[in-house]
């Protein structure tokens, strides 16, 4: 039980570590890093909770 927990756990942070990488990309190519820190960590929530809605509408198949 606690092992599918901890998958779940590891998986929110995905979104959130992809839109820190291009975030920090993005701000560098602006030349304002902080700037694209702070859309990149906003966007990569955002996937987190799509991903994670969508995620709780599936049924089980067992």
């Known amino acids: 039980m606690s092992n599918d927990r901890d998958k779940s756990d590891a998986a929110y942070g995905i979104g959130i ?7 920090v990309a993005l701000g560098s190519a602006m030349s304002n890093v902080g ?6 960590v906003g966007l990569g929530v955002a996937f987190d909770a799509q991903r994670a809605r969508r995620g709780n509408g599936k049924r089980d198949k067992s």
């Open 17 to 23: 570590s992809i839109g820190l990488a291009l975030g």
């Open 35 to 40: 700037v694209g820190i702070a859309l990149g």
